[in-house]
């Protein structure tokens, strides 16, 4: 025999030997017929714990926020060990959509969009450890569910926490009419109104609010839908229930709908301007100018009409081009018995008055 196959036999048959080891020693405890206090005593004699908010965490756009997440071990142990925190954001369907950050003791690394926003808070509490991720400058597309994830060793526990954001879902049309965008020009007209493109559960808020609108638009996920209080004959059919209709997942750049979008409460106010004789639209962006504002956009005058209660029978100039005015005590003159955004559409012509928005 070769001298290394004998060496190798001669070294087995002394039984002096280790398992396969790849960094770990390999034993009893990895065999599927173990139980779980079997591994748990292995590695520490206790349990590592894992609990964020059951309740769902609220905020608003430019806001701060804390999503509340703990660790600790049962029963306690001595020393603290150096743990690894990881924050992920999820899909609807649970799985990961993006890494948010990882925190070793005080060294942590934030990625993407959130790279100079999140960090771990610090504070802990007396049988808790922190691992609560704090997010400034909070943006629209933050909302979702977020995990919260604590790695000691071969342990690891996690729980989610659900973000959602203060806001209202409106539908839009671009100037050109009905049924012309794709789904990419849908994302960026509702970004140009200061908004996103909703996402189901956002549109299902808002049906659930009253929220009655018999036209298609994209949602975030590429699907076409649209929300029905009232069944009836143009809107998919007298003896369908009240819901959510869906045309399912739409090509992306073929396929032609309206968009509904989602705006959330201001960090600035909304305000009106006029003039005796009215303005024209490029009339009407300089006097916002000269008042240090800007011309509202139309997701800013959603979130003033819901989270502020801007209630003005008169309308406005919009940034968009299009005319519109908020009304939250019906009243004659002032459009349907219903609260709510009226619009003029986008004239080409007349003089109005308009909306701006300034900063706080």
């Known amino acids: 025999l070769p001298l290394l196959l004998k060496a190798t ?25 173990s139980d779980d206090q079997d591994k748990v005593d292995y590695f520490s004699g206790s349990r590592l714990v894992v609990e964020a908010s059951k ?3 609220y905020s608003y756009n430019g806001a701060n926020v804390t999503l509340p997440c703990h660790y600790r071990y049962e029963p306690e142990l001595g ?22 950050m990882v925190a070793i003791g005080k060294t942590y690394v934030a990625f993407g969009d959130f790279k100079g ?10 049988s808790w450890q922190e691992a609560s991720l704090v997010i400034s ?7 979702g569910k977020y995990r919260c994830e604590v790695i000691d060793g071969l342990e690891d526990e996690s729980d989610v926490v659900d973000l959602r954001l203060q806001g209202i879902v409106f539908p839009y049309q671009p100037p050109r009419g009905q049924y012309r965008l794709n789904f990419h020009e849908a994302e960026q007209v509702c970004q140009d109104q200061g908004a996103i493109l909703a996402n189901f559960n956002q549109l299902f808020q808002a049906w659930s609010e009253g929220l009655d609108w018999c036209n298609a638009g994209w949602l975030a996920d590429g699907t076409v839908q649209y929300p029905i209080r009232l069944p009836r004959k143009p809107c998919g059919g007298v003896h369908l229930a009240p819901g959510i209709r869906s045309y399912g997942p739409r090509h992306r750049h073929l396929h032609r709908f309206d968009a509904f979008c989602f705006s959330s409460a201001l960090k600035g106010e909304v305000f009106y301007l006029d003039r ?77 008055g308009v909306f701006c928005y300034r900063e706080r």
Not at 117 to 126: D, S
């Open 276 to 352: 005796l004789a009215g303005m024209t639209l490029e009339e009407a962006k300089q006097s916002c100018q000269d008042a240090g504002a800007e011309i509202a956009r139309v997701g800013q005058l959603y979130s003033a009409w819901k989270f502020v209660g801007l209630d003005r029978c008169n309308a406005g100039w919009l940034a968009d081009g299009s005319v519109r005015y908020p009304i939250v005590t019906p009243r004659a003159n002032c459009g349907p018995a219903e609260p709510g955004v009226r619009s003029f559409g986008f004239p080409r012509k007349g003089r109005f």
């Open 137 to 143: 400058d909070v943006r629209l597309k933050d909302d």
């Open 117 to 126: 926003r999140a960090h771990i808070r610090r504070a802990g509490e007396a």
């Open 79 to 100: 020393p603290k060990r150096k743990i690894r925190i990881k924050w992920s954001k999820l899909r609807d369907d649970y799985t990961k959509e993006q890494d948010v």
């Open 55 to 57: 309740d769902p965490v």
């Open 9 to 33: 036999l001669l070294h087995l048959a002394s039984g002096s030997y280790h398992p396969f080891y790849n960094g770990f020693y390999y034993n009893h405890i990895m065999n599927d017929n």
